[in-house]
Nanobody, 126 residues
């Protein structure tokens, strides 16, 4: 499975961006999908996850109410809509997929993800 993240860029605080992650080489609809991010000098952290059907989602407290994860299985693509961006959201954002029957409580755990995209940089200026 190959994952290609896109949509990053430079945005002012309070602005919005939508990240996309296109998957190929596998049965996208069978995978749990997630977004993680890594800021300079910090460890990678969970942002959001979504079930194979899209009916279950989970997100980090730091982005709750601002970020929304979604997916379109007909396009083999997941999305991360990011609103009300803050400078603290500046990071490289990675998409990931899992073949395992992970529940929402497992979404934040990077060990459950089998495939990772190359990352897309989001920079939020103050």
């Amino acid at each position: 499975v190959q994952l290609q993240a896109s949509g990053g860029g430079l945005v002012q605080a309070g602005g919005s961006l939508r990240l996309s992650c296109a998957a190929s080489g596998g049965t996208f609809g069978n995978y749990v999908m997630g977004w993680f991010r890594q800021a300079p000098g910090k460890e990678r952290e969970f942002v959001a996850g979504i079930s194979w059907s899209g009916s279950s989602t989970a997100c980090a407290d730091s982005v709750k109410g601002r970020f929304t994860i979604s997916r379109d299985n007909t396009k083999n693509t997941e999305y991360l809509q990011m609103n009300s961006l803050k400078p603290d959201d500046t990071a490289v954002y990675y998409c990931a997929s899992s073949r395992r029957p992970v529940t929402t409580t497992g979404y934040p755990l990077s060990k459950f993800y089998d495939y990772w995209g190359q990352g897309t940089l989001v920079t939020v200026s103050s």
